[in-house]
């Protein structure tokens, strides 16, 4: 490749190719390099908003940063949809490119959005030199859709995944769930949004087109060749830097008007602790599992893997030219640039009152108690995809409660159904206003003991619950469990 070429023009050369050969990844801590050939290159470098320009603005520290055109993903629907995994290159941003994972070309993939009452129906096809399958984080689909390790999709397979979407608006995401590689398929960039809509949310006149936007971020490390480098640690993942929707040290245009942000935590270990550099509030108006039953005014929002955020900010009154940095407080990194570019408002304003109606589960018929021991079990055992570890009856109400000993952060995640969260004490000692209404994912933290109540009113099968730091789960802490 001509190294005077410009950076899009080597993402186009690269896009021409049939295949690539001699591509690898880097993988450490045992992990062995992985060859693809033969496999078509997977373009993502030119998209974004904005084009490919970029700005220069002040980061945190005393040095100067060059921000980059945030790439957003395209938007398809899942009926009739053909989706692959396979290796790809993409632009990182400023040109830098890396070798990926990729759904259909796209890093991360396409956001799929869909109507309650409609349906799905996705043709996958695994390009990878690994199985794989895809999990549908938040949808409640029946067992053979769940994407279980059962259900792996070996190399050069294919499997056709089929279910109604019959649940309420929310913002959910899919990613791959086989059993040991999760966290390196994931980290390596196969993950995806996967947006609901219903008529109760359409009521609300939320923003919606451009000043909708769905946002995954994460951490990544990078090679001395500027690839994405996996390592799992004990502890979990640990990156070096940022990424919000595959672009690193991002930026965006923006009018001054009402935006929605459709928050996710797509990292495998990294807890984000979210504020306005400008000490504006985030108007939050939902979670997992959908809207809240009434909005809530928070400067601070901390989320785990897995989790999901709905919020509106307001840059209304702002003028051309000011820049409102999106901010991680744990880590201290610039996540996103906002930069108000014109006075244009199409008019949005934020809910007021009431959201949404959720019924309140009650009387539990059962208490289950969980202990996330170490970093590789549940109640002392680790998993084994054959064994059923317990069963839960069909449509009754059940108090979980989860707890650990160290080790923490364990983002609890279970599948087949959203809940409720009833208390959490010791710790941190209490929940937070993203924690209402309807969750399939909740951060216990060492020292916590976190109440729940769950009940299970869609499908019997085989489902699973784990921890969603995904070195976690690669070790070991994931249970079977059977609704019958």
Known sequence: ?????????????????????????????????????????????????????????????????????????????????????????ADLGGGRLSNVLAYNGYFPGPTLRAARGTGASIAFSNGLSEETTIHWHGMIVPPLADGHPQQSVMPGGSYLYQFAIAQRACLNWYHPHP????????????????????????????????????????DAKLDSRGNLSYKAGNSGFDGSLALVNGTRDAKLDVDGALYRLRLLNGANARVFRLALANGAPFALIGNDGGLLASPAQTAEIEFSPGERLDVLVDFRGLTSGTRVMLRDLNSGWDLLEFVITRAVDPGYQPPTGALSTIARLANPVRTRTFSFDGMSRINGQEFDMNRIDFQVPFGQTERWVFSTGGNAPHPVHIHGASFQVQSRTGGRGRLFPWEGGWKDTVLLQDGETVEILIRFDAFSGLYLMHCHKLEHEDMGMMTNFEVV
């Open 179 to 218: 059993d040991g590689l999760t966290g390196k398929q994931v980290n390596l960039g196969l993950a995806g949004a996967f947006i609901v809509n219903d008529s109760e949310e359409a009521a609300l006149a939320l923003p919606a087109g451009a000043y909708e936007l769905p946002l995954i971020m994460r």
């Open 1 to 89: 490749m001509d190294p005077a070429a410009s950076p899009a023009e080597k993402v186009r050369r690269v896009n021409r190719r049939k295949g690539i050969g001699d591509m690898t990844f880097k993988q450490d801590g045992g992990l062995s390099r992985r060859r693809f050939l033969g496999v078509a290159a997977a373009s993502v470098g030119a998209i974004g908003a904005g084009g490919m320009g970029t700005s220069r603005t002040l980061a945190a520290g005393p040095k100067t940063v060059v921000r980059n055109p945030l790439r957003l993903p395209p938007t398809l629907s899942p009926a009739g949809l053909s989706l692959s995994a396979a290796p790809g290159v």
